[in-house]
């Protein structure tokens, strides 16, 4: 079993249309969690980094920690067709660990 | 700010050539790099973690007298992949942590390097 699991896709919506995306963790140790987007043949970007359980808000993007459940989730609002691209979690242990990644969703938002 | 950039960004070499990868930190001091592979629809695999002046920490299985890192600076890192061979052809990809007041975890990454070897 991975230590992290997430969906590869591909996940179809439309433009406007809120994106729901997210991955599951084994270890409970983890307690950083981030969100990266990927274009193709480019490297990762860095979207969401949070600490521990909660909520954080960044512009259209909404990151969510649930420890307990061993989920975390990112909801993009108002998708565009720029919004299409690999979405990757990744998650470490401490601030000085390496990152654990997902194997990234693809999301394709049409016009 | 926090703009990494890698260089070549593609390259074609023949097999049993050395190819040197490089990794730059344009606007900030790295004190760790980290250099990753990627396969085509998969996930990044972390191949060894690199910290200035110290010898580099290979992931199990990654052999480290094929891929030689060197970190010289808190702004340079190159990886150097030796005796190249078909099935090392991928897309490696470098990232940069420990941005001032950052954490280390808080990586960045360069735009990567489609290396292919004939």
């Known amino acids: 079993q991975k230590e992290v699991e997430q969906d590869p896709g591909p996940l179809s919506v439309p433009e406007g249309a809120i994106v729901s995306l997210n991955c599951t963790y084994s270890?409970?140790?983890?307690?950083?969690f981030m969100w990266y987007r990927q274009y193709s043949r480019k490297g990762p970007e860095l979207l969401m980094y949070?600490?521990?359980?909660g909520n954080k808000e960044d512009g259209r993007f909404t990151a969510q920690v649930d420890k307990s459940s061993k989920y975390i989730s990112l909801f993009i609002r108002d998708s565009q067709p720029s919004d299409s691209a690999t979405y990757l979690c990744?998650?470490?242990?401490?601030?000085?660990?390496?990152?654990?990644f997902g194997a990234g969703t693809q999301v394709v938002v049409t016009p | 700010g926090a703009v990494v950039s890698q260089h070549p960004s593609r390259v074609i070499c023949k097999s049993g050539t050395s190819v040197k990868i490089e990794c730059r930190s344009l606007?900030?001091?790295?004190?760790?790099m980290f250099w990753y592979r990627q396969f085509p629809k998969q996930s990044l695999m972390l191949m060894a973690t690199?910290?200035?002046?110290?010898?580099?920490?290979?992931e199990q299985g990654v052999e480290k007298d094929k891929f030689l890192i060197n970190h010289a600076s808190l702004t340079l890192s190159t990886l150097t992949v030796t005796s190249a061979h078909p099935e090392d052809s991928s897309f490696y990809i470098c990232?940069?942590?420990?941005?001032?007041?950052?954490?280390?975890?808080?990586?960045?990454f360069g735009p990567g390097t489609r290396l292919t070897v004939l």
């Open positions: 990744a998650m470490s242990y401490d601030s000085w660990g390496k990152l654990q």
């Open positions: 270890n409970s140790a983890f307690q950083y």
């Open positions: 990232s940069a942590g420990g941005t001032s007041g950052g954490a280390h975890n808080e990586q960045f």
């Open positions: 690199s910290n200035e002046g110290s010898k580099a920490t290979y």
């Open positions: 606007d900030f001091q790295a004190t760790t």
């Open positions: 949070t600490y521990s359980s």
